[in-house]
């Protein structure tokens, strides 16, 4: 492999689902693969997991007319629902579960016409206030769902907006409402199906909250949603790596600037490695001095300013590295939740990021 290039290791993917089976033993596990699974090739990865997952959930109509057009058969469901009267047309064609978060939303339900009834998820607003109806028309959505001729199927569903950070009261709030409304509603109704609020910080910290459905992302691409915590703390895999490899080597004598902006220079005479990526390839262009990337068993610091398709790193003026020597900026050394944390993003832009000139090449060979 001698590309700008991510490697994408199933077996740890495999090796996370299972881990989320042994965590919520009890629950039914929706994979998120929205945003093209979180950058990490929404197809490939939901052709392998289809048989290892009850489901899985996309954030808009296309990925999952995507998803269905490359065979996939499980349940697939709209997290925010759909968009336009219009949309109904697609989820009955390709027989998708949508969630119900306002009015409009259950009139186009209501007033078109299906080819066989769907499952939907009443969307509660439990604090977050971004999507979901107010607690207290909770039954009065339930009641009427319950009469739709078009519905087959009702779950209710909440999400939490602090479960990255430990025990934090907003998220017992938030899961305290949601169980209290699940008392209001009938549930011996046998349209009635479940419910879900955990999500990745959920699954790993609010057993609780796992009830019958779970909705993990991020932890199960191996990344952990906690703050300060590794994905390796709970026995999850990476699955995606970055990678590339040098492509020239500079010696600089001391006070040479180093890119545009003349941003850094030398204070000794040193080495500067030029590594083929760049913020064309989806690297972040604003970091701090201290962003490392990890070259021939040691980190290197990336020094002067990103450019669209190489950076430049100090390599010391003793280094024995060569031109054609694999870079990694995450995976295996260093780990993604560190770099995000160096750099003051999340580790969910870093992946949904990558570009689409990056190779991505899926392997079972670890
Ligand atoms: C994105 C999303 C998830 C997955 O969140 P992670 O933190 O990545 O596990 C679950 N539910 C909803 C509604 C989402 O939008």
Not at 87 to 106: C, G, T
Request: aromatic letters at 8%; a negative charge.
């Amino acid at each position: 492999m001698n590309e700008t290039h991510a490697i994408i290791n199933l077996n740890a993917l495999e090796h996370n689902i299972s881990r989320l089976r042994e965590i919520t033993p009890n629950s039914q596990l929706i994979a998120v693969v929205k945003a093209n699974a979180y950058g990490h090739g929404m197809v490939k990865l939901a052709q392998f997991i289809e048989p290892k997952v009850d489901g899985f959930a996309v954030a808009r109509i296309e990925e999952g007319v995507i998803l269905r057009d490359h065979g996939i058969k499980i349940p697939i469901i709209l997290l925010e629902g759909i968009f336009s009267k219009d949309d109904m047309l697609l989820v009955s064609r390709y027989n998708f579960e949508i969630a119900i978060h306002n009015r409009e939303q259950l009139s186009w339900l209501e007033s078109c016409n299906v080819l066989q009834p769907i499952k939907v998820w009443l969307k509660i607003d439990t604090g977050m206030h971004r999507l979901g109806i107010h607690p207290s028309l909770v039954s009065n959505y339930y009641k009427q769902l319950c009469q739709l001729k078009n519905v087959a199927q009702i779950g209710i569903m909440s999400h939490f907006c602090m479960s990255d950070t430990l025990n934090h009261p907003y998220t017992d709030k938030q899961l305290d409402l949601f169980k209290q409304l699940h008392q209001t509603i009938d549930v011996s109704h046998p349209k009635f199906a479940g419910s879900s609020i955990a999500a990745s910080g959920g699954i790993l910290h609010y057993p609780e909250s796992h009830l019958n459905t779970v909705r993990p992302g991020l932890i199960m691409y191996g990344i952990s949603p906690i703050d300060e915590t590794f994905a390796s703390d709970y026995n999850f895999k990476p699955v995606m790596s970055l990678h590339s490899k040098l492509i020239a080597i500079r010696e600089l004598e001391a006070g040479e600037p180093v890119g545009y902006g003349l941003k850094w220079c030398t204070n000794t005479a040193t080495k500067i490695g030029v590594v083929a990526l760049g913020y064309g390839d989806g690297f972040p262009r604003d970091i701090p001095e201290g962003t490392p990337v990890w070259i021939n068993g040691r980190k290197a610091f990336i020094v002067g300013n990103i450019s669209m398709d190489m950076m430049t790193v100090n390599l010391g003026l003793e280094s024995k590295d060569c031109v054609g020597d694999e870079v990694e900026f995450w995976g295996e050394h260093i780990p993604i939740e560190e770099l995000a944390k160096t750099i003051g993003v999340i580790s969910y832009e870093l992946v949904t990021k990558v570009t689409s000139r990056v190779k991505f090449s899926y392997t079972t060979d670890f």
